[in-house]
């Protein structure tokens, strides 16, 4: 196997190794599944978006060799396959432990899905393969210590520190939606309460206009100068202002960036109040200045991009 | 330079490379100065502790070169120096932006260190040191993601997360007895309100038992069952298990080891309530069990070994 150093892309200490020859990575959402081709030099051959109905593991390992096959009639084998899924891994990102929007749970997906392509498969949660393409290729790059939050119907979290992701012990490090910014708060789905998801998502921004609109609904008032709007969206900014803050002491990120389509309509709204809110609760000099927040730049295909450049570096990184 | 790789004494997933020669670690403290010096399998030659006035970088730079001096006497010339600092680095660890206990601040220790010994030396913050030496040799050998809180006159803390200490992006990471557990709380020394250090530390005991008495005599009156001191160190128990609750959807630690003096007299009285409120507060199925809470096994060397091994390994690693 010829390998060589990838051109630098990013600061992290350890380069990734390309991949000779295509890798696909796919992102698995619950209702949305995108796929990105990258040829050895990390340039995109090819980005598409599907809608899809997969619901339970036969149907998910189903659409997920369709997919593969859709992108190889058109640029040919691919050497590698980088899954992103909407769901909690493993500590050693075999096994799906949880994938509740598509409709199972303890599933060894990686070495099933290896089996049927005949190559090497690579798994990641969603939020997590976003913040690597955003370190890698977007809103992070140069950062050294790099947290992602996505907003959409929940938060979902992923932090990079010097150039690698950063799982945890269980495997669930980064579910920054239940960072507990209210203690003894309101309840979360989770079993907790006063998680930063259940003052900030769409679910919650639905909730707390009453619950007959949409959080679409709630920007599109506030773009109008909905004064109820407004304040709703501000207060949401606040509260990620609390949580960004409390990541603080622990990370010291330099960079903290927003993605999801809900960060991107409601950015008017939302980031003047959390630059002010981090700003007035920021904890410790020598961290100062805070992180820089700003949104994505890796597109709905964030995850995807993420997801391919694992495959790639997995395939043939060099051990360190 | 001839190099090998080190026998794996932990899990990290790039293990250290040892130096072929001894190497010295010093942990310098507002009084107390620590020193090891291992030989190239990592075997502690000669441990020593002394209390030191250096105030001022000249007596600093001059402490140190005396205590290195002190244990090459002994054992012989050493390959590399490292130090552990009480105190805040820069990004690249070259610089120790301040040290309010040593009396300097904003100055290149590293380099102005290596000038006078004319060998390598490796700086790192005395907390970080710690966290390194009980995750290669301690309480936290094995955990990918490890969390050491070490309970002093304040509190520190150093992450180590798949064999790497987290640094940040401003080289404040990890300063965690300033995680906001009480947001609108008491004031803190750092400008901030609310945080761990203000709840649970020998300033805050001495404070909140009224200011007469010292954490120690407090413990002491917890030993002898005195209602008021129990109630105090349950108190501060309840309150670091908060922080520690607090990390878990961030890095989802295996493993939190407890330091300092005070962690270990007053375990009988804190951890009961630590592990009680830990248990109550965890907040996401995948992060059960949460992660273990151990008091530390390094002793009060661990400083000075955690400089050690970043000594050595700084100076013959094998680029990745």
Chains 1, 2 share one sequence.
Request: aromatic share 2%.
């Amino acid at each position: 196997m010829i390998v060589e150093p990838a051109a630098s892309t990013h600061s992290g200490i350890r380069p990734f190794v390309r991949a000779l020859g295509p890798v696909i990575g796919l992102d698995l959402g619950g209702t949305k599944l995108a796929a990105v081709v990258l040829d050895d030099a990390g340039r995109v051959l090819r980005r598409s978006w599907t809608e899809h109905q997969a619901n339970g593991y036969e149907a998910v390992l189903d659409t997920i060799t369709t997919a593969v096959g859709d992108c190889e009639r058109v640029v040919g084998r691919a050497v590698a396959v980088g899954v992103a899924v909407a769901g909690l891994l493993d500590r050693d990102r075999s096994r799906v432990t949880a994938a509740l929007n598509l409709g199972f749970a303890d599933r060894p997906l990686r070495d099933d899905l290896a089996g049927r392509l005949g190559r090497p498969v690579t798994l990641e949660n969603d939020a997590n393969a976003a913040a690597l393409a955003e370190h890698l290729l977007g809103a992070g790059a140069g950062a050294r210590s790099l947290v992602l939050l996505t907003l959409g119907t929940g938060i979902g979290g992923g932090i990079v520190v010097d150039g690698e992701l950063v799982r945890g012990g269980r495997g669930a490090a980064a579910e920054l939606g239940h960072l507990p910014i209210r203690p003894g708060g309101d309840p979360c789905g989770c079993g907790g309460a006063g998680c930063l998801e259940v003052y900030v998502s769409g679910t919650a921004l639905s909730r707390l206009a009453g619950g007959t609109r949409t959080s679409r609904h709630v920007v599109a008032a506030a773009d109008r100068g909905d004064r109820t709007a407004v304040r709703l969206l501000a207060d949401a900014g606040r509260c990620l202002g609390d949580g960004i803050a409390m990541l603080i002491p622990t990370l010291d990120p330099d960079v903290v960036v927003l993605g999801g389509g809900l960060a991107h309509a409601a950015a008017p709204h939302l980031l003047p109040p959390l630059r002010e809110r981090l700003n007035a609760t920021r904890p410790f000099p020598a961290q100062t200045p805070g992180p820089d927040v700003r949104l994505s730049t890796c597109g709905p295909e964030s995850g995807a991009l993420g997801a391919a450049h694992l495959a790639g570096a997995m395939r043939f990184r060099i051990p360190a």
